[in-house]
């Protein structure tokens, strides 16, 4: 499906961008071209990056022997 009207941008290209590393609005427009049109697709390219950053797995940085109990 195509999210970017102005640059043609799919959502599959999208997302191989947030894939690739993309983490913000602005690096994915950077990977694509999505959003240097008129912008309405930004609202989009936020909520997929959010979705991606919610289905991440949490990284536990702390020691194993600094847990309390």
């Not at 894939?19 to 240097?36: C, F, I, P």
């Amino acid at each position: 499906m195509i999210l970017c009207l102005c640059e043609g941008v799919s959502d599959r290209a999208i997302d191989d961008a947030i894939r690739a590393g993309a983490r913000s609005v602005r690096q994915v427009t950077r990977a694509t071209g999505a959003g240097t049109g008129c912008g309405s697709c930004a609202c989009d390219v936020r909520s997929r990056l959010k979705a991606t950053r919610q289905a991440e797995p949490v990284r536990c940085t702390a020691g194993r022997g600094n847990v309390a109990g």
